[in-house]
């Protein structure tokens, strides 16, 4: 079992930058693929990016592609999104999950998730 902390929200200029971080407790999160998905208001929750156990995959939505960074850094428990070129259509709540989903960019196949931070990108 995994728990998961986000931080890295706030409040953004549009074509600022922000970087999120998922922190997560437990020794074994070197085995978990970890996933970003993000919940823009009144909409339901979309994938955002993945990455393998690894970090030798990634996965990225076509809206942030070329955009947004996944990462991660398994010493440090750590996984990241650095977004760039940001817009208001990436106003949301950013999650990060985890689990070792066969598909990871299904957000039903993560069992594990953060609470979640706020992102918002101001016009």
């Known amino acids: 079992q995994v728990q998961l902390v986000e931080s890295g929200g706030g409040l953004v200029q549009a074509g600022g930058s922000l970087r999120l971080s998922c922190a997560a407790s437990?020794?074994?999160?070197?085995?978990?693929?970890v996933g970003w998905f993000r919940q823009p208001p009144g909409n339901e929750r979309e994938f955002v990016a993945a990455?393998?156990?690894?970090?030798?995959?990634?996965y990225y939505a076509d809206s942030v592609k070329g955009r947004f960074t996944i990462s991660r850094d398994n010493a440090k428990n750590t996984a990241y999104l650095q977004m760039n070129s940001l817009n208001p259509e990436d106003t949301a709540l950013y999650y990060c999950?985890?689990?070792?989903?066969?598909?990871?960019?299904?957000?039903?196949?993560?069992?594990?998730w953060g609470q979640g931070t706020q992102v918002t990108v101001s016009s």
């Open positions: 999950a985890a689990d070792n989903p066969r598909v990871p960019t299904r957000e039903s196949l993560y069992n594990y």
């Open positions: 437990g020794r074994t999160f070197s085995t978990y693929t």
């Open positions: 990455i393998s156990r690894s970090g030798l995959y990634t």
